[in-house]
């Protein structure tokens, strides 16, 4: 019996030693269900792994932008890809108006990099379309309230760092083409619609101003307008020619003090 134990442990050491030699195996990520999600999931491994918040993204463009200039009312945009893709400078001539919007990311991921890309950059506005990754799980499940946990750490931050903070409505999506029906799929209207609910109420009960993109953006059927979208979810140059007007009187009402 003894003999036959030391075998059976020396075999599991053997295969456990084998298994080392072939080297480490490549991690796989539960499915959601959806091949689009899983495949761009899978993309971003290696960013999940070594820079989670995207650091690097503009560590060198923050260090170069310096301190605001006297009088300079500094504003920062923060979000994913419907910011990332915004070209402020063609809808905002001449405004001190800084994107920090970075492609794919969720809430948890701007946490990680608001330090760097929020407060040292000190800004008097903080303008923030961010969540509807979250929906979709892209970096992983996530339920409403830990979005909305979330939100108010953003919040919170800002505010300690005397920063005024502009909450921006996640916007519709919708599925009038065969390439956007994953993406609308992944971003229930029901979710979409309680987390605006819940933004708006977080802002009036904390003096905040409430951006209403959504109102804007959406047409009879709840959905985002086709004519301002490509894809169902990024807004095109004309949907940005919408929610720039919109962006300048919250930004103008928030330096104003009036939620």
């Not at 599991?12 to 030693?17: D, F, I, K, R």
């Not at 080297?23 to 989670?52: K, W």
């Not at 923060?78 to 405004?95: M, N, Q, R, V």
Request: aromatic content about 10%; proline content about 6%; charged content about 25%.
């Amino acid at each position: 019996m003894f003999r036959n134990a030391v075998a059976s442990i020396s075999a599991t050491l053997l295969l456990t030693l084998f298994a080392h030699a072939q080297g480490p195996q490549s991690p796989t990520i539960p499915s959601t269900g959806f091949p689009g999600i899983d495949e761009y999931r899978a993309s971003r491994i290696a960013i999940y792994a070594d820079d989670f918040g995207q650091l690097a993204r503009y560590r060198d463009a923050d260090a170069a932008l310096g301190s605001p200039r006297a009088g300079e009312n500094r504003v920062v945009f923060l979000g994913d890809s419907i910011t990332d893709y915004w070209k402020l400078e063609d809808y905002f001539a001449g405004k001190p108006y800084i994107n920090r919007g970075v492609d794919g990311q969720s809430t948890p991921e701007m946490l990680v990099r608001f330090r760097q890309d929020v407060i040292e950059l000190h800004p008097k506005v903080l303008v923030v379309l961010a969540g509807t990754n979250d929906i979709a799980g892209v970096t992983g499940p996530a339920r409403n309230e830990e979005i909305e946990a979330n939100y108010a750490s953003i919040a919170e931050l800002a505010r300690a760092h005397e920063i005024r903070v502009v909450f921006a409505s996640l916007l519709p999506a919708y599925n009038y083409t065969p390439e956007s029906k994953e993406s609308f799929a992944l971003r229930p209207r029901e979710r979409l619609l309680a987390l605006n609910a819940w933004l708006k109420d977080y802002c009036a009960k904390n003096q905040l101003v409430y951006l209403d993109y959504a109102s804007a953006l959406t047409d009879d059927r709840g959905m985002l307008r086709r004519d301002l979208s490509d894809d169902g979810l990024h807004p095109n140059a004309a949907g940005y020619k919408i929610m720039a007007p919109l962006a300048e009187k919250a930004i103008a009402n928030s330096l104003a003090g009036k939620p």
